[in-house]
């Protein structure tokens, strides 16, 4: 038996109770030493064998108001009472039916006025928290994290199906161990049988985190090359929403003209390309938004003949086209960004960034395991040498393409992946 209140001491009993909040009237003011905030205490149930557990979050001390009305009433004369406030966090149990010593996250019975609340001996403690350690390490896919501040015997685990789940959010002051967290949360991962984990390393925090089924890639700067650890995404695999917000300016009065021509001529790019590769039967199927290469410096010339483009007019002479200088400085802005060598992963002009088959070749490096040829066993870290702008740059513009690229890949393989 792990719990035996005769062991443990009494320091007051139930004054209220609110579903899975009680106060406790403390009957002692010496016993106070016992307590802090964030220590475990056991709180008496009304099941035999059952045990309530909570957590103290507020310890309070008040004066008799009729001893303040007093005349000549002196503070240290004045009678006080000690409160305790403790939220409820589950019922541990003795025995249920052949299993000995379960912790439940819920709560099997409720408090009653008057029962007795107890601290946790330190042994007490140990054998409590290596009850929880125990129960988490039998989960499917345990995530070893570290150990309990209240206990450091006890290991604490995360439960990495639940956890990948859902969202979640690390979050600690300056100092407090987030990214040691992460690298933590990151190595277990690797230990695991099937996941996929892509962790973007926009400070260069985990360089350090090795592993048979880590892979680092650089994002790649001014002046890299193709290689297995260097990545590019190509700007031809950004969708045109994609695209826009990169490169239009929407409180240009001349924004709706400079979207509409760049749609259109990025769409004729994108035929041509499939025409001179032979793809003619894509040319019927294929939407502005699909990963076809085109030539973005023919797109460059394309809208910089239609911003000066001068037309017939009246009497053989020729006048301004409806264009005219309305993509000036949309094309100046696309100008820009391809000539920034921050973005050189995205609009480097490498003949094999232009292949049709890249996008395989990124979702393969990106996301299948090595079994599938992919780089590395399981898990993704992404770095740059030119700071987090270009990380950014590379998350915001194409979030999308991951998770429509991970939905492709799921249907022919059993792993799972984690963004």
Not at 85 to 106: H, P, Q
Not at 249 to 276: C, G, H, W
Not at 308 to 331: C, P
């Amino acid at each position: 038996m792990i719990i035996n209140l005769k062991k443990e001491k009494c320091i007051g009993k139930v004054e209220s109770v609110d579903t899975a909040t009680v106060v406790v009237h403390i009957i002692d003011a010496q016993l106070l030493s016992n307590v802090q905030v964030n220590h475990l205490v056991v709180i008496r149930s009304s099941k035999v064998g059952q045990y309530l557990i909570g957590m103290v979050n507020k310890i309070v001390r008040k004066y008799n108001p009729t001893d303040s009305l007093m005349e000549d009433a002196d503070l240290e004369e004045m009678s006080s009472y000690d409160l305790v406030k403790i939220s409820l966090v589950g019922t541990f149990i003795d025995k249920l039916g052949s299993k000995e010593n379960i912790f439940k996250r819920t709560l099997q019975s409720v408090a009653e006025i008057e029962a007795e609340c107890f601290t946790m001996s330190s042994e007490t403690l140990s054998g409590f928290m290596s009850v929880i350690s125990q129960s988490s390490s039998m989960m499917d896919n345990p995530l070893k994290i570290g150990k309990y501040v209240l206990n450091d015997t006890a290991e604490a685990y995360l439960d990495g199906n639940k956890f990948f789940q859902r969202h979640a959010v690390i979050t600690g002051s300056t100092g407090s161990g987030k990214s040691f967290t992460v690298a933590t949360v990151i190595e277990q991962i690797e230990k695991l049988k099937s996941a996929n984990a892509i962790l973007f390393d926009i400070h260069g925090e985990y360089s350090t985190i090795v592993g048979e089924g880590i892979r680092h890639y650089k994002i790649a700067g001014p002046g890299n090359i193709i290689s297995d650890d260097i990545m590019f995404l190509p700007y031809w695999l950004l969708t045109y929403d994609e695209m826009l917000s990169l490169l239009l300016d929407r409180s240009d009065n001349n924004a709706p003209n400079q979207a509409m021509m760049f749609s259109k001529y990025v769409i004729e790019l994108k035929s041509k390309y499939l025409e001179t590769e032979g793809k003619k039967q894509m040319q019927d199927l294929f939407t502005i938004d699909s990963p076809i290469p085109y030539n973005i410096n023919e797109l460059v010339e394309k809208l910089r003949a239609k911003d000066t483009e001068m037309v017939s007019g009246a009497n053989n002479r020729t006048k301004q086209g409806d264009f005219y200088g309305k993509l000036s400085r949309f094309v100046q802005r696309l100008e820009n960004k391809i000539s920034d060598k921050r973005l050189n992963f995205m609009f480097s002009n490498k003949e094999d960034l232009m292949k049709y088959d890249y996008m395989e070749k990124l979702c393969e490096m990106l996301l299948a395991s090595a079994s599938n040829a992919g780089g590395g066993k399981n898990n993704r870290l992404f770095g740059s040498s030119i700071g987090c702008f270009a990380i950014n740059c590379f998350v915001n513009c194409k979030s999308d393409f991951f998770y429509s690229a991970m939905d492709r890949y799921r249907k022919n393989s059993s792993n799972s992946f984690i963004l």
